[in-house]
Nanobody, 124 residues
């Protein structure tokens, strides 16, 4: 059983930056692909970014491409989401998730473990 704990959310102004962290425990972190999803009020959870177990592959949703960067430190059991040039529409609860089998990374149902989420609010 893998436990994931996100941190780093907060209230920022449009154009600001934030870095989210997600620390894992209870499993072999380096064997999981890690993803970030977000869910805004009244909307479905949506894919944001994913990174392979080794960090050699990353993919992003079009809405965040060029602004967000996902990275991981397997020695620290932590995955990061650096968010730059934040927009009002980035406001959401952000979740990290772990996937044993690296496939169809955009589908939330393919992830095995989830964190509790961290709120990001961007004021316009």
């Amino acid at each position: 059983q893998v436990q994931l704990v996100e941190s780093g959310g907060g209230l920022v102004q449009a154009g600001d930056s934030l870095r989210l962290s997600c620390t894992a425990s209870g499993g072999t972190f380096s064997s999981y692909a890690m993803g970030w999803f977000r869910q805004a009020p009244g909307k479905e959870r949506e894919f944001v970014a994913v990174i392979s177990w080794s960090g050699s592959s990353t993919y992003y949703a079009d809405a965040v491409k060029g602004r967000f960067t996902i990275s991981r430190d397997n020695a620290k059991n932590t995955v990061y989401l650096q968010m730059n040039s934040l927009k009002f529409e980035d406001t959401a609860v952000y979740y990290c998730a772990a996937m044993r089998t690296y496939r169809d990374y955009g589908a939330a149902s393919n992830y095995d473990y989830w964190g509790q989420g961290t709120q990001v609010t961007v004021s316009s």
